[in-house]
């Protein structure tokens, strides 16, 4: 419990302040976030009527987990695995950063097989195997990124209940048929010039996800192209400071 409060200390990661632990009762006890979860802010706020995410903050929220997940990559040696990412342990603060919860829940016990609607974060390898790897964790990222470009959630069943269709391959067999556009989610088709980072924002997704887990990048360079596209975007609007802090957080 240690080691899992103390890897806890990075500003994307929602560190652990105290736990209980017992025969009969474990309690962990981490930092109120206000924002809620990603999954709350990104698919309920359509329910609410409340503004959706714009463009600039998806891509901030993607570049804060990606760093809380290389952070958490990089501790213990490069032995510590996230295990079970998804947008409901996304959680985002008051300045919408993006923060990862749950981290050493997979260590600590034995977590159910996830329910069907959400084995769609899970890499293949992961449904056979059972065993979480830090490429798992990069595909779940991946999946991650295209739940909020898309803003549809990583499972869906269209037309029946019986019919669940995977996201990344959902997004794969539209980009094959080249309608890129039908992938993006109509909010952020309201933005105006954000088309070309969209695109690029698809395609380190893409990377993510691809089936071979050693074809998939490392989060220090999934954490460098995305920062390539926030300042692509931002450009001069982007404070100098930030720049900088963006660069040094680049590998």
């Known amino acids: 419990m240690e080691i899992v409060g103390r890897v806890g200390q ?44 714009d463009w600039e903050t998806r891509v901030k929220i993607s570049l804060g987990v990606a760093r809380g997940i290389a952070h958490l990559h990089a501790e213990g040696g490069g032995k510590f695995i996230h295990g079970n990412l998804k947008s409901s342990n996304i959680l985002l603060s008051q300045n919408l950063d993006g923060c990862v919860s749950e981290f050493g829940l997979a260590q600590l016990m034995t977590i159910p097989p ?13 449904l056979e195997t059972k065993k979480p790897t830090q490429k798992s964790d990069v595909y779940s990222f991946g999946v991650l ?29 539209v980009v094959r048929e080249e309608w ?15 088309e070309d980072e969209m695109v690029q924002m698809l395609q380190v997704a893409m990377a ?20 390539e596209i926030r300042n692509s975007y931002s450009g001069s609007r982007t404070p100098p400071e930030e720049k900088q802090k963006d660069e040094s957080a680049a590998p």
């Open 145 to 173: 990124v295209l739940e909020m470009l898309t803003g549809k959630a990583p499972l869906r069943s269209p037309g029946r209940e019986d019919s669940i269709e995977h996201l990344p391959r959902w997004v794969q067999s």
């Open 180 to 194: 890129t556009a039908e992938v993006f989610d109509v909010d952020l088709l309201r933005h105006p010039n954000i």
């Open 10 to 53: 990075h500003q994307n990661v929602v560190p652990l302040r105290a736990y209980y632990y017992s025969k009969d009762e474990k309690l962990l006890v981490y930092d109120y976030i206000p924002s809620g979860s990603l999954a709350v802010v990104l698919h309920g706020n359509k329910a609410t009527g409340k503004a959706p995410l």
């Open 114 to 126: 996830a329910p069907a609607r959400l084995v769609g974060y899970r890499a293949p390898e992961v």
């Open 208 to 227: 993510c996800v691809a089936a071979p887990p050693d074809q998939r990048p490392k989060m220090d360079e999934v954490i460098r192209r995305i920062v």
